[in-house]
């Protein structure tokens, strides 16, 4: 089964941003819509971002206009930039093969002065 291995994550002030990418074992980004969800503490997980195949994205509206999703296809990589950061976007992000139970670890995003 593939693996997805988050990273990028940290410690960050408000109004800062952080690249977060997403690592896949083999190939699988060109051939299915990938997503990023997050979850807060004591929260559920929502979704924040998702690509689809041909290449269309689909955001949260509490994220749009400041996150930006993406993937390397050669690279079998999903990138999430996230820009004018938010103490309410402090979460665990996980990247997913959107619609399927195949989840990454997770990284830590914390956003506190």
């Known amino acids: 089964q593939v693996q997805l291995v988050e990273s990028g994550g940290g410690l960050v002030q408000p109004g800062g941003s952080l690249r977060l990418s997403c690592a896949a074992s083999?190939?699988?980004?060109?051939?299915?819509?990938m997503a990023w969800y997050r979850q807060p503490p004591g929260s559920p997980r929502d979704l924040v971002a998702s690509?689809?195949?041909?290449?269309?994205?689909n955001y949260a509206d509490s994220v749009k206009g400041r996150f930006t999703i993406s993937r390397d296809n050669a690279k079998n990589m999903m990138y999430l930039q996230m820009n004018s950061l938010k103490p309410e976007d402090t979460a665990v992000y996980y990247c997913n093969i959107k619609g399927t139970s195949v989840w990454g670890q997770g990284t830590q995003v914390t956003v506190s002065s």
């Open positions: 690509i689809s195949t041909g290449g269309s994205t």
């Open positions: 083999r190939s699988i980004f060109g051939s299915n819509t």
